[in-house]
């Protein structure tokens, strides 16, 4: 994308009308992180680093984390293709429900997931009954959750690389005997890459924040099914400067890990 | 009400409709109660509103904790109701508020779905570890009365999880995924028909006072007063025990 932009046209004034709004917004999305910094005991910080729940609930948070990302780009990248390149009937249908868990309450999307993969749901009791797997209270159900109210992120990042995407290269690709298969992984996919990989990183940023479905579909187990929002929600019960100490932990790691993905991934001159 | 109070807004201007509201025993009174409180407190809100009319009694259910640190970051509440004196104790010592009371007391129960299908009669039968069971969190209110009661008990148990919330627990039972659950026996009279409390002898060694107090920065002092003193006459104890609680 930089590379397209021409040199003159950074070089102009920026219009006051996008600078102020700009600015303003900065100002509102970082101030809350300045409060938080401000707020930070930080002398008891490498003691808390030291306790095992804060690295059991760290741990968790980012195994479980990256395990719904490759969840969300295995069913992901099929669903955005599907959206994007093949005409069938009620596709604006499906582009909404893809969409559902995104305005959906994700507490209430945990109440969905219990009544389908809980142990009286639907799936769920065929899964007990048949495999002896029960999906709440265990990591597999905070990856599950974390999946449910992260794909959508993927799937509309994915679809919107698709469809700006030039059409021409599959084409091209397709009239010299390429097979859909074979234009998908060698033609479709390197062009959407970056697409992908910026779904990537928002899924995973929305599932290691998630919170509501993951308390309500998995519940609150330390080592199992406790993630860091969980041990910040009850620190908070108790202890606001541990809350802050355990939300800056999160965000320093989550930060340090994307910071170095852009530099491996989107590293563009 | 809410005409004379745009009429109000229009003419003197919102800050002043504020304490015009102070003088006499009517207008908004904001009170932040536990959410176990949710179904007495409404009831007897609703009977407070009756016996002084003009005054519209609003209120604001959650967490006791969670309440605590609103108030210490400026929420305007004129009464809080805690579950726990320990949220009520760091209320008062940040000065927002003195002297505060026990209105009522909750004791826990074991909730089974009902009819009782894995015949639990005490905190022992818990220990089953083909039982899923759900206990609150320790540093919440109900947590903490859960472990002073299994210590009590000597019963040591594995929950498959430890809720943020005591209502949390008892919707996990009322979808099925747990089969018992440590709850108040307000919460189980509060579920109906579908939740039945299991009492235990234990129970009497983690019985939670509940405080009130009217708030120092009140914006409605004079009614903040009143509906503390009404929560201890015996109309409101009534409803208070027909919710499942108990005298101070």
Redesign the interface.
């Known amino acids: 994308m930089t590379a397209k932009t021409s040199a003159p046209a950074r070089r102009q004034r920026i219009p006051a009308a996008l600078l102020i709004p700009a600015l303003l917004g900065l100002a509102f999305l970082t101030l809350p992180l300045a409060g938080l910094l401000i707020r930070a005991p930080w002398s008891t910080m490498p003691q808390r680093l030291a306790e095992p729940e804060v690295l059991d609930a760290l741990r968790l948070s980012l195994v479980t984390a990256t395990a719904s990302t490759g969840l969300c780009l295995l069913f992901g990248i099929p669903i955005a293709w599907l959206l994007a390149r093949v005409e069938f009937r009620g596709r604006s249908l499906v582009r909404a429900l893809v969409t559902v868990p995104l305005v959906l309450p994700p507490v209430v999307g945990g ?1 969905a997931l ?2 389908v993969f ?3 749901g639907l799936v769920g009791a065929w899964l007990d009954e048949a495999f002896g797997i029960t999906l ?2 265990s990591t597999a159900g905070v990856v599950l959750a974390m999946t449910f109210v992260a794909m959508p992120f993927l799937v509309v990042s994915v679809e919107g690389a698709l469809r700006g995407a030039d059409i021409r290269y599959e084409e091209a690709a397709a009239t010299l005997g390429a097979g859909r298969w074979t234009v998908f992984t060698r033609v479709t996919l390197p062009l959407v890459a970056p697409g992908i990989a910026a779904g990537a990183v928002l899924c995973w940023a929305r599932a290691l924040g998630e919170f509501g479905a993951t ?2 579909f ?5 080592g199992r ?2 993630t860091m929002p ?1 041990a910040v ?6 202890d ?1 400067e541990a809350a802050i100490v355990l939300s800056l932990i999160l965000l320093a790691a989550s930060v340090t890990v994307l910071a170095c993905l852009r530099e491996r991934w989107t590293a563009t001159p | 009400m809410r005409a004379a109070a745009l009429a109000c807004a229009a003419v003197l201007g919102l800050t002043a409709c504020g304490s015009a509201g102070d003088d006499d025993a009517s207008g908004h009174l904001t009170v932040f109660a536990a959410a176990s409180l949710t179904e007495a407190f409404t009831q007897i809100g609703e009977d407070f509103e009756d016996a002084n009319p003009g005054v519209e009694v609003v209120f604001s259910f959650a967490g006791s904790a969670s309440l605590a640190s609103q108030i210490a970051q400026g929420a305007p509440a004129d009464v809080f109701a805690s579950a726990a004196p320990a949220n009520m104790d760091s209320v008062v010592r940040s000065g927002y508020a003195a002297d505060p009371e026990t209105f009522a007391r909750n004791r826990l129960v074991i909730a089974v779905p009902e009819g009782d299908p894995d015949g639990i009669t005490g905190l022992a039968d818990l220990a089953d570890p083909g039982l899923k069971v759900a206990l609150c969190a320790e540093e919440v209110p109900c947590g903490a009365a859960a472990r002073t009661a299994l210590d009590a008990a000597g019963v040591r148990l594995t929950p498959v999880t430890y809720e943020t919330d005591v209502k949390a627990a008892l919707s996990k039972l009322g979808l099925g995924e747990v089969d018992a659950a440590l709850v108040y026996r307000t919460d189980t009279e509060a579920a109906g028909g579908a939740v039945h409390g299991v009492e235990f002898p234990e129970s009497d060694s983690a019985i939670n006072d509940y405080p009130i107090a009217a708030l120092d920065d009140a914006p409605n002092p004079a009614v903040a007063e009143a509906f503390v003193d009404y929560i201890r006459t015996d109309e409101a104890l009534e409803v208070l025990t027909a919710h499942g609680f108990q005298a101070p």
């Open positions: 109440v219990l009544l809980g142990r009286g709440p209270f308390i309500t998995a519940g609150n187990f330390p099914t406790q969980l929600y009850l620190a908070l019960e108790t606001l």
